[in-house]
């Protein structure tokens, strides 16, 4: 990335070895058919390599179009990797020559004579570019234009409209082209075929075989997504294993959230956020191994959508250090009756303690009572297992608990009465269903279905959340981070009441913590 930045700042600016602007306005002088001409370049996608190469042909190839011509070219404008059709692109360095073609010179005082560009779709592709470069041109005389067509005169009678009615080509080319893009897309994607440009993490080069290491870290990824682990997490999982992404970059939160969120982690295909479904209205699967079950891909999409509602966005909010800061409540009776019932803090045992840190209430200042104290370990312990034989528990039944999908018969009548409303559509025998009644039924059948086949993906969810809690959970549990184990124990337990044991040194007593159990979610 750096050597490309490099090419490209040499590609912008006056060139190198440059007359001063006083010795060229003595050249003006000496020589009134001399041109001092401005390049531009730009290309709308620099490739897989990054190197500007594109860009850098282009100046190339003005350098020798200039020298043939005896101009002098006193500075260098250049666009990389920026599309010239699209509206919400901002080309720098266009607008710079615009406001310097406005005021005559160059930002270094340099007269403007004229432009150069390799073809004049590589300067605008919409009208509205179109006129405003013709208008900063032309707002000086004699100025000169050069691209692939030769020297064009853009003070002609006629040649605004000859140049809108290019534009016009080349906008309907490139929308051609991209519908053809779309299309092809499309295809592939019905026929199973692999579309991504770059070999996607956990995949060969031949983009269907599984690297293994890769796909068992998403296998994993999912499962801990699953139990509650954050992306957060993941990623610096994945950042201290040395995994990097096929571009061979650094791991961000949004990559692995990309990653996760891909429906080619199951063998199915998406365009735009949609599984692409055959005539049958069943998901295409494509050609590749998957990593993971649809039931698995069903579940991680639920659980990350949950979270920064619903937009898969990192949560702020307090990293607790200790397993049961916030959860274990005081117990202590106050003076007037009352208990206490202030949420205890984690803090690090003295040196001397054979245990690392501890459990107590806040003081008086902080609105606790500073009367209840836990040795850590101990008590970590005691809800560890509390929790994980009440998990085991509700494992055994919870995904018979989760019964089949009850709507499937109505979203096959919504997918019929769609089909029949397009075949009446199309007969030109029935007269009953015209443009009009056919656009107003439409998006009724087809918010239906789709709010049909979001519920179908919540219980599809529900259940593989289910399935997965089935697995050897006392195995698993030591495994899990800090944060895993916190969300399985605040699922179970509202919280933990803990009761003091008393003045003087006293032996643990694990009957004096008190789980509170939630009744329901």
């Known amino acids: 990335m750096g050597k490309r930045e490099d090419v490209i700042s040499k590609l912008r600016g006056a060139p190198e070895g440059l007359p001063s602007v006083e010795e060229v306005r003595a050249m003006l002088a000496a020589d009134p058919n001399l041109k001092c001409v401005v390049c531009y370049a730009r290309i709308s996608f620099d490739g897989r390599v990054k190197d500007a190469h ?50 005559g010179v160059t930002p270094e005082g340099y007269p403007i004579h004229g432009v150069m560009a390799v073809n004049d779709d590589r300067l605008y592709r919409r009208p509205s570019d179109w006129e405003r470069y013709l208008k900063a041109f032309t707002s000086h005389e004699g100025r000169v234009y050069h691209d692939s067509n030769g020297i064009q005169d853009l003070y002609a009678e006629g040649f605004e409209i000859k140049g809108l009615v290019g534009v016009a080509m080349s906008l309907s080319e490139t929308r051609k082209k991209q519908r053809r893009s779309r299309n092809s897309h499309r295809s ?62 650094p791991f961000q939160y949004q990559t692995v ?4 969120m891909n429906a080619r982690l199951c063998g199915y295909r998406e365009i735009k956020g949609e599984l692409v479904r055959d005539g049958d209205d069943q998901p295409i699967v494509g050609e590749w191994e998957p990593i993971i079950t649809p039931k698995q891909w069903f579940a991680v999409t639920a659980k990350i959508r949950e979270r920064g509602g619903g937009t898969g966005v990192p949560r702020g909010g307090l990293v607790h250090k200790y397993l049961l800061t916030g959860i ?12 206490c019932n202030n949420k205890m803090i984690g803090i690090k045992a003295n040196d001397w303690l054979t245990y690392e840190h501890a459990y107590m209430c806040k003081k008086t200042v902080d609105g606790g009572c500073n009367k209840t104290y836990k040795r850590g370990d101990k008590t970590d312990s005691v809800i560890e297992e509390l929790v994980i034989a009440k998990l085991e528990r509700d494992a055994a039944t919870k995904a018979q608990e989760v019964p089949d999908w009850d709507k499937a018969d109505a979203l096959e009548r919504a ?5 029949e409303l397009e ?99």
């Open 423 to 521: 075949r009446r559509w199309h007969d030109d025998e029935d007269t009953d269903i015209d443009d009009e009644t056919f656009f107003r039924n439409l998006p009724i059948l087809e918010r239906r279905i789709k709010e049909l086949r979001a519920d179908q993906r919540a219980h599809e969810a529900l259940k593989a959340e289910a399935e997965e809690a089935t697995g050897d959970i006392r195995k698993s549990w030591e495994s899990k981070t800090l944060t895993q184990k916190r969300e399985a124990i605040k699922k179970v337990l509202s919280a933990v009441i803990a009761v003091p044991g008393g003045k003087g040194n006293k032996t643990f007593d694990p009957n004096l913590l008190k789980p509170v159990w939630r009744t329901s979610e």
């Open 188 to 249: 592939r994607a019905i026929r199973g075929k692999s579309v991504a440009a770059w070999r996607p993490f956990g995949w060969e080069d031949d983009k269907v075989t599984l690297r293994q290491n890769e796909a068992d870290a998403i296998r994993k990824a999912v499962h801990d997504v699953i139990a509650g682990a954050s992306i957060s997490e993941i990623t610096r999982q994945w950042k201290e294993a040395g995994y990097v992404t096929s571009r061979g970059n």
């Open 257 to 260: 959230k990309q990653i996760l």
């Open 328 to 339: 274990l409540r005081c117990g202590s009776v106050l003076e007037d009756g009352t208990v």
């Open 415 to 419: 997918l019929k009465s769609r089909r």
């Open 54 to 103: 594109g860009v850098e042909d282009q100046h190339r190839d003005m350098t020798e179009t200039a020298r043939r011509f005896g101009w002098l070219i006193v500075y260098r404008y250049t666009d990389n990797d920026k599309s010239a059709s699209k509206e919400n692109v901002v080309r720098d360095d266009f607008e710079q020559l615009l406001v310097d073609l406005t005021a």
